[in-house]
């Protein structure tokens, strides 16, 4: 269907409008397919009609008759094969053009061009013509008067003024096919978006991803708020944007802030917004993404690196739905959905005073939280043949193939940068392979291609009692756990499959607190440097 409304904001089609009122004196119509005129309001007095005759014709006695007329003529058009035809017009003797528009099969309406004299005419014409409009109760008057002002066109100016009318209902129809060929366009890649982010294209069959796909179809039409947790890379943001997808808010705005990005001042007035004036380089308001996000869902990722003041600010536009711009004293009201993301121990920042427990209860209202790639080991099969697949036919290349050796390494190896650092191997095995099918093992980086070998604990006893030997393990084991994982407790533990009060044990028992080791290294390094003096000395 054509949005008619929207012609009168069409440039080309103003303009051709314009030139045939200036240069024939010719009102342009526009019929759509039931014959009704789009283009003409009767309660609008103010127009100014170029024609002296349509101007009579659409006064109130008369306008019923006219109407009929415009109608007969479109359904004329829609049953001839013609582009467009020269009519008479309602009086009999006045000249209309009316112009299919059209595409293929499909019949929008016309453009109905009124009107014009092709000769002048004799006193039976008028005769003929008064008793036909005074039937109608018509002033004949002012019609004659009308009838007098009608310019009579040569064949040659018949004939340009056929070509500019069918240019303007070419102009319909060529913006209206580019409407719709936009539209079809915005549909497609909606679908994509939807799809793509849909729980059943998530990629994932181990038991720990089945119960979240579970959770997700459950919640699919709950307005509540979602905390997401789970280690870097694991797909955060991708769960987000499949609970934005599948909601109720779909067909609004999907807003990302990484909380971590900005101090506080920046995030302050990136989530709410500033007023003119506020700080240095305020030179504008500017709406935040709360307002951005307005009917829509804005996910806040790594909510746990956010400032104590901003934690504040945030709970009151949770509870209360109203914020104030940096520099405003006008409170906002707006709808947004938060979703919210983190990597870090939110009850152990709690207990550290570093996160409000009233915001971590208002943000948690669902949990979600995202396995480690570690812990759904069967998925990496399936995602390195969805990367790979991908990958070979985003750079138009013929589909490569894992070794079983290469699958082997793969499988082994524990991913702690998650389903990102798998991604991003698989696209460095593609481009290395060059010609090759099948990747080696030899193409893989090292740190995946030796880490069989390099995983294998040094200096540990293999003789003597086996409560020491198991002791000195879970010693060196601890110990390693602690520096890769920068000290976090919590995470550490889930590894070792212990609790984390159990290993806050172990940690002392053997003396592995970072601030004791980190005296001890001091002290070694103080004692080393005094031995290197001396030794000068």
Known sequence: MINWEELKHIHVIRKLQSILTQWFSTEVFFVDERGVIRNFDPTDRQREWKNPLAAEYVREKTRERFFKHVSEMNEAALKSNKKAFVAKGPSGFEQVIVSRVAHGNDFYGTVYAFCYLDHQVDPAEKAQAKTLLEGWGADWNAFDQA??????????????????????????????????????????LTNEIGNRYSYGNMIGKSKPMQELYGLLEKIKTSESTILINGEN??????????????????????VTVNCSAFNENLLDSELFGHSKGSFTGAVRDKKGLFEVAHRGTLFLDEIGDMSPTMQVKLLRVLQEGTLTPVGSTDQKKVDVRVLAATNKDLKAMIEDGTFREDLYYRINVINLVVPPLRDRKEDIPVLIDHFIARGCKEKDIPLKQLAKRSMEKFYDYPWPGNIRELENECERVIVLAGDDKMVGPELLSTRIRDHGENSKVQGVRVAGKLKDALEELEMVMIKEGLKRTGWNKSRLAKELGISRAGLIMKVEKYGLDKRKLMRQAAAAAAAANGSSNGEVA
Do not use: M
Not at 167 to 187: C, G, K, M, N, P
């Open 147 to 188: 009838f007098s002002k009608l310019r009579v066109l040569s064949d040659g100016e018949r004939k340009y003024l056929a070509e500019l009318v069918d240019l303007v209902s070419e102009e319909i129809v060529t913006y209206h096919t580019e409407i719709a060929s936009r539209q079809e366009r915005i549909d497609a």
């Open 233 to 254: 890379g694991t797909g955060k943001e991708l769960i987000a944007k499949a609970v934005h997808y599948n909601s109720t808010r779909k067909d609004n705005a999907f």
